[in-house]
T-cell receptor
Framework: AQKITQTQPGMFVQEKEAVTLDCTYD???????LFWYKQPSSGEMIFLIY??????QNATEGRYSLNFQKARKSANLVISASQLGDSAMYFC??????????????FGQGTRLTINP | ETGVTQSPTHLIKTRGQQVTLRCSSQ?????VSWYQQALGQGPQFIFQ???????GRGNFPPRFSGLQFPNYSSELNVNALELDDSALYLC???????????????FGPGTRLTVL
């Protein structure tokens, strides 16, 4: 069964430090996609970064990078130079194909990141 | 901000009632997915609509139903509300079923439903 595991319920980091949020996944599919979303207290899911299973290079989007280790089935999010506005819940998710060509996202439990001034 | 909107923002219902939540997808997006996010949990997939038809469903009972309209906006209907239905309901739109389009999936701000 496809599953996402985030083992860090909460993380506390000083402003301007780098932070790594852990994500491991389980799938028997050869083709899959991995996502990271940020969810502030307002509730909206904000897309941060995407990594395809066949992408050879790690994805980067500004201060966000995804450390993709396929053999270990891990897709950790790295935020460089953290800012106070980065405080939020962070979810790792995997795209899963279901019947009739539909797709869904399977989410982990999330990590609450708090940036201290 | 994405172009996905949801209404209402908050809703309070009592057990046994029925509720309708609405979602307007981003312009040009013909696929809408609905998710339920209980407090402290990750979102759970309810179902997906593509070109006005349900084409995928998660592990939710039939009292969760939906519609998609010709303009690709969507409704989520929940009958016979239970206390455990209290959650944030998120909709997400994408440009189709192709893998590349699904990589661009945008979420709305959500509707927070409280069942008393």
């Amino acid at each position: 069964a496809q599953k996402i595991t985030q083992t860090q319920p909460g993380m506390f980091v000083q402003e301007k430090e780098a932070v790594t949020l852990d994500c491991t996944y389980d799938t028997s599919d050869q083709s899959y996609g991995l996502f990271w979303y940020k969810q502030p207290s307002s509730g909206e899911m904000i897309f941060l970064i995407y990594q395809g299973s066949y992408d050879e290079q790690n994805a980067t989007e500004g201060r966000y990078s995804l450390n993709f280790q396929k053999a270990r089935k891990s897709a950790n999010l790295v935020i460089s130079a953290s800012q106070l506005g980065d405080s939020a819940m962070y979810f790792c998710a995997m795209r899963v194909f279901i019947i009739q060509g539909a797709q869904k996202l399977v989410f982990g439990q999330g990590t609450r990141l708090t940036i201290n001034p | 901000e994405t172009g996905v909107t949801q209404s209402p923002t908050h809703l309070i219902k009592t057990r046994g009632q029925q509720v309708t939540l609405r979602c307007s997808s981003q312009s040009g997006h013909n696929t809408v997915s609905w998710y339920q996010q209980a407090l402290g949990q990750g979102p759970q997939f309810i179902f997906q609509y593509y070109r006005e038809e349900e084409n995928g469903r998660g592990n939710f009972p039939p009292r969760f139903s939906g519609l998609q309209f010709p303009n690709y906006s969507s409704e989520l209907n929940v009958n016979a509300l239970e206390l455990d239905d209290s959650a944030l309901y998120l909709c997400a739109s994408s440009g189709g079923l192709a893998r590349s389009s699904y990589n661009e999936q945008f979420f709305g701000p959500g509707t927070r439903l409280t069942v008393l």
